[in-house]
Antibody
């Protein structure tokens, strides 16, 4: 059974950095691309970033490009999201999700970790 | 990339059918047969309901079906049940390894 557990959320001041983690289990982690998707309070879902199965390819939404960095450690079955220069509008629940490369959808999701950006 | 357009809310009585629309552009929905739909209950993670426009994952009721015409995708829930109350999001691959979601549609069972 696929299990994704996010951690690392919390309260951070504008302009500061935060790193989120997502620990995966129940599947062969190193063969799947992984995504981060966020949801601002009371708002809809927004795709944030993807990292390929081997960590070589990374793509980002325009809203976070240049500030966020996605990475993975296949030896630890973990995907990360390094968030720099945080803005108030980055406040959201951040979900990690397993990707399906051939059909481009997200078949399993974690429960999310809340990031609050406030001074 | 602009968000896909969904109605904010749709309602129906038990047993009825409802359809949620999801409108994109010729560059996303119109180009790719890669629309997926997700169900989200309050304070819960999204759950995959439909992928590749009309395919259902194992375990998803056959009361849920998807379709696409031009730049608009649709999710139909047949035989509406109280348990179907949730917010539904469409999503499409938008090319260049990016994805875009709709704003979400809250389904209310009257």
């Amino acid at each position: 059974q696929v299990h994704l557990v996010e951690s690392g959320g919390g309260v951070v001041q504008p302009g500061r950095s935060l790193r989120l983690s997502c620990a995966a289990s129940g599947f062969t982690f190193s063969t799947y691309p992984m995504h981060w998707v966020r949801q601002a309070p009371g708002k809809g879902l927004e795709w944030v970033a993807i990292v390929s199965y081997d960590g070589d390819r990374k793509f980002y939404a325009e809203s976070v490009k240049g500030r966020f960095s996605i990475s993975r450690d296949n030896s630890r079955n973990t995907v990360y999201l390094e968030m720099d220069s945080l803005r108030r509008e980055d406040a959201a629940v951040y979900f990690c999700a397993r990707g399906i490369v051939t059909a481009h959808y997200f078949d399993s999701w974690g429960q999310g970790t809340l990031v609050t950006v406030s001074s | 990339q602009s968000a896909l357009t969904q109605p904010a809310s749709v309602s129906g009585s038990p047993g009825q059918s409802i359809t949620i629309s999801c409108t994109g552009t010729s560059s996303d929905i119109g180009t790719f047969n890669l629309v997926s739909w997700y169900e989200q209950r309050p304070d819960k993670a999204p759950k995959l309901m439909i992928y590749e426009v009309s395919e259902r994952p194992p375990g998803v009721s056959n009361r849920f079906s998807g379709s696409k015409s031009g730049n608009t995708a649709s999710l139909t829930i047949s035989g509406l049940q109280a348990e179907d109350e949730a917010t539904y999001y469409c999503c499409t691959y938008a090319g260049s390894s990016t994805w875009v979601f709709g704003g979400g549609t809250k389904v209310t069972v009257l």
